[in-house]
């Protein structure tokens, strides 16, 4: 089945203590994305990939790191996390390495990461 | 910085109702227009709109664009209790994509 895989779904921890949420995708897609999903905020884009060992900056990408050394994975990682990145997270695909360029092309969504720093 | 906003913010109607949910950007260089349907989980692709006045149609969801405007509304007609949801327009401007903060939709039996 064509998905969008993140892992864990669900994530508690301390201030400081790093960690990293898994993204994978079995549909061969360029371009992938994180997001944040915070009420009245809508999703914001944190980093986003359009190719392999290609990353950019989204709006907030401060307090986070990510990497695209193989064309499915996509790991988001948190050096030092706090309280404020307290929120839901979402991975994203798309096949084309400009999202959302045709009909064929919409981003795909993992089904998230709630993630609670105390 | 590209803006898109949605209203109303929340909506509860009854079963049966249409309801029009709106979106306005803007943006510098607007490519397209999503709209999103979420549920519980993931966001799930309803819509792609390119060009003004084409609508789109599936099933009791429409949605046109208008882009000398700049907005977007997504209809829905003869709601029912499944369609309640957040609803999420996106507008990809260049390579990046915005969201708005959706429209969280109650239709009650």
């Known amino acids: 089945e064509a998905q969008v895989t993140q892992n864990p779904r669900y994530l508690i921890t301390v201030t400081g203590k790093k960690l990293t949420v898994t993204c994978s995708q079995n549909?061969?897609?360029?371009?992938m994305s994180w997001y944040r999903q915070d009420p009245g905020l809508g999703l914001r884009q944190i980093y986003y990939?359009?190719?392999?060992?290609?990353?950019d900056k989204g709006d907030v990408p401060e307090g986070y790191k990510v990497s695209r050394k193989e064309k499915r994975n996509f790991p988001l990682i948190l050096e030092s996390p706090s309280p404020n990145q307290t929120s839901l997270y979402f991975c994203?695909?798309?096949?084309?390495?400009?999202?959302?360029?045709?009909?064929?092309?919409?981003?795909?969504f993992g089904n998230g990461t709630r993630l609670t720093v105390t | 910085e590209d803006k898109v906003v949605q209203s109303p913010l929340s909506l509860v109607v009854h079963e049966g109702d249409t309801v029009t949910l709106n979106c306005s950007y803007e943006?510098?260089?607007?490519?397209?227009l999503l709209w999103y349907k979420q549920e519980k989980k993931a966001p799930t692709f309803l819509f792609m709109l390119?060009?003004?006045?084409i609508e789109k149609k599936s099933g009791r969801l429409s949605s046109i664009l208008d882009k000398k405007e700049l907005f977007s509304i997504l209809n829905i007609t003869a709601t029912q209790t499944g369609d309640s949801a957040i609803y999420l327009c996106?507008?990809?401007?260049?390579?990046?994509?915005?969201f708005g903060g959706g429209t969280r939709l109650m239709v009650k039996p």
């Open positions: 994203a695909s798309s096949l084309s390495n400009y999202p959302s360029s045709s009909y064929n092309s919409p981003l795909h």
């Open positions: 549909m061969n897609h360029e371009y």
């Open positions: 990939s359009m190719n392999v060992e290609v990353t």
């Open positions: 943006v510098t260089n607007f490519r397209s």
């Open positions: 390119t060009s003004s006045g």
């Open positions: 996106a507008v990809r401007s260049g390579n990046m994509l915005t």
